[in-house]
Structure formats: C-alpha cells, structure tokens
T-cell receptor, first 116, second 113 residues
Framework: GAVVSQHPSWVICKSGTSVKIECRSL??????MFWYRQFPKQSLMLMAT?????????EQGVEKDKFLINHASLTLSTLTVTSAHPEDSSFYIC????????????FGEGSRLTVL | GENVEQHPSTLSVQEGDSAVIKCTYS??????FPWYKQELGKRPQLIID?????GEKKDQRIAVTLNKTAKHFSLHITETQPEDSAVYFC????????????FGTGTSLTVIP
C-alpha cells in the first residue's frame, strides 16, 4: 500500500523554540494532508487540513499562528510549532488520502514532541 | 457535518472470545467506513474497510458489517489473541475524495490471556 512518512519521530526542544515536522507521501500525490494531535489514551483530534498551494484550513480552537502549516508540493506538508511551550507536548500525526486507491487514508509514523 | 460515535470506550475479553465494537454516523453522504488499529506509540493502521454498496466484509478473523438504513457499522474480531490488544478507531467519509475522515473516539481492547 501507499506510504506516508513523517519526520522526526521524536523531538525534544526548549521552551520558546520552534519545531518543524515533515510529512511526505512517498508514492502518491496528495492535494490535501491532515494534521492530528493525540493525547495519551485519547482519540485523534484533527488540527488542520493542509491544502497544496493554498492556505491550510484550521479546526476551531487551533491557533493558526501557533501551528504553521505549509503544503508546498503534492508530496510534502510541514507543521511548525512556533514558540513551543510544555503544553504543546504531544503526539502529532499526519495523514493523506490516496484518491487513486478509493481514497484510502494513510498515516505517518507520528512525531512525539516534548517541550522542556 | 458528520458525527461518528463509537462504543464501548474500553473492552476486555478472554483470549479466544469475540469482540464487537459499534459505531454510528450521521451524514448519509458518507459511503466509506474504514477501521484502524493503533498500538501504543504507533501510527493507526488500516485493518479493514467497507463501502456502502456492501453489507458485510470479512478478512480472516476480522469482519465489518454496515447497516446504511440505521447508519451504523460494527467491527467483529473472532478468536481474539493477546496481540489484538490495541485501540481501535472507526471512521466515516466519502470514497474517492481527498476530504477528511471523521473518527470515532476509539475503543481500547484488552485480550486477557
């Protein structure tokens, strides 16, 4: 099946710094990608929909200036957590749908962010 | 918009018994219903899916049923094994599009050896 790769898997940073997470669709093109945040033992919370060549669509309550999303190509979307604080520590997962395969959704490996 | 509800939130079964997880959806436009298994610290993995033109689909010990009229679908795992222990998510969406899926809140399944 199709593969979505996410990097880095783990990142530890100091409070106040910015962290960039990359999400790549390796063998299909994705005009949209999705970014989720997941707290321990909880469901996937959709943060935003990344749209290739245009602005991301953010879910209610998600600060767009805090979580910058860029979808510069059909295979790459990035999430930048700006001025990170300990409360931003979480598991972030991206996903993309392969519309050539019935629109099956594939997830990246996830990125565990710890802000000290 | 779509609203997906999932029950139960936790489920414990003895090894060898069956497990059933149920989901309901609200938007009749949804016609594609995948199920994902997520192990601790890992990404969700697709385990089975069903489209609205089918009422049931089976893959070895896993089956999914869909009732379009009632807008509910269920995951059935037979002969459960300890390695089936994980969190399971149902989802609803439209096939052949790039639109988002709507996820249930997850079921934490524990299979007791």
């Amino acid at each position: 099946g199709a593969v979505v790769s996410q990097h880095p898997s783990w990142v530890i940073c100091k409070s106040g710094t910015s962290v960039k997470i990359e999400c790549r669709s390796l063998d299909f093109q994705a005009t949209t990608m999705f970014w989720y945040r997941q707290f321990p033992k909880q469901s996937l919370m959709l943060m935003a929909t990344s749209n290739e060549g245009s602005k991301a669509t953010y879910e209610q309550g998600v600060e767009k200036d805090k979580f910058l999303i860029n979808h510069a190509s059909l295979t790459l979307s990035t999430l930048t957590v700006t001025s990170a604080h300990p409360e931003d520590s979480s598991f972030y997962i991206c996903s993309a749908r392969d519309i050539t395969a019935y629109g099956e959704l594939f997830f990246g490996e996830g990125s565990r962010l710890t802000v000290l | 918009g779509e609203n997906v509800e999932q029950h139960p939130s936790t489920l414990s079964v003895q090894e060898g018994d069956s497990a059933v997880i149920k989901c309901t959806y609200s938007d009749s436009a949804s016609n594609y219903f995948p199920w994902y298994k997520q192990e601790l610290g890992k990404r969700p993995q697709l385990i089975i899916d069903i489209r609205s033109n089918v009422g049931e689909k089976k893959d070895q010990r896993i089956a999914v049923t869909l009732n379009k009229t009632a807008k509910h679908f269920s995951l059935h795992i037979t002969e459960t094994q300890p390695e089936d222990s994980a969190v399971y998510f149902c989802a609803a969406g439209e096939a052949n599009t790039g639109n988002q899926f709507y996820f249930g809140t997850g079921t934490s399944l524990t299979v007791i050896p």
